[in-house]
Structures are given as structure tokens and as C-alpha cells.
């Protein structure tokens, strides 16, 4: 069974960090353009940051931009964020999901796996 699982999720104050992991179990998402979203209650779910599978391009959403980065590594191909300067606008459930490789890479419809997302909340 194939398994998207993140942790790093917490409770920081305003202009902290934190790093986020994705860990896949099952296989390896090597040739996988990989992604991280979030979703606010009452909200979409929204692209954050992204890399592509040959990890040529990497994408970042306008309100992250300079503040959170995306990258790729290790033996089973994890993906990490690193979220500096965090807001409390920036509170939210994150997910890490996989597409398979061309896929466009800021859209959330063609990621076919997803994680079960971990807890991000920034207090002011």
C-alpha cells in the first residue's frame, strides 16, 4: 500500500519555523512531481510549493514566496518544507501529495496520491 506521511506540524509563535517531512512508505516517488497544499477551515485546499520530478522546476504560491522552501532527498525521495517567517494567515491542515511526472505542477487535480496532512498553527 502506497503512503504519503508527513509530520513537523505543530504550534509556533509568529516569525518562527518549522520543517515539514513527507516520508513515503510503500515506494519510492523518485519520478514524481511532489507537492505541498493546505487547506484552512472554511477554505479550498491550496498549492503551497512544489517540485517537479527531475527537480528542474519548483513552483511556490505568491503568499509564500521568500518564506517557505520545497526540497527533495534522501534514500526514499522525501520531500521537506522549510517555513520560515511564519503568519498566523499561514494556519492551515498541510498535505504532501505525488503526481506522476509532466503532470502540471501547481495543480492540486492531477496529484493522485495524498498524504493525511499534519497541523500547522501560528499564533500571533
Known amino acids: 500500500q502506497v503512503q504519503l506521511v508527513e509530520s513537523g506540524g505543530g504550534l509556533v509563535q509568529a516569525g518562527g519555523s518549522l520543517r515539514l517531512s513527507c516520508v513515503p512508505s510503500g515506494r519510492t516517488f523518485g519520478l514524481y512531481t511532489m507537492g505541498w497544499f493546505r487547506q484552512a477551515p472554511g477554505k479550498e485546499r491550496d498549492i503551497v510549493a512544489a517540485?517537479?520530478?527531475?527537480?528542474?522546476?519548483?513552483y511556490s504560491a505568491d503568499s509564500v514566496k521568500g518564506r517557505f522552501t520545497i526540497s527533495r532527498g534522501g534514500a526514499k525521495n522525501s520531500v521537506y518544507l522549510q517555513m520560515n517567517s511564519l503568519k498566523p494567515e499561514d494556519t492551515a491542515v498541510y498535505y504532501c501529495a505525488a503526481a506522476p511526472a509532466g503532470a502540471t505542477i501547481y495543480a492540486a487535480r492531477e496529484y493522485n496520491h495524498w498524504g493525511q496532512g499534519t497541523q500547522v498553527t501560528v499564533s500571533s
Open positions: 517540485i517537479s520530478w527531475n527537480d528542474a522546476t519548483t
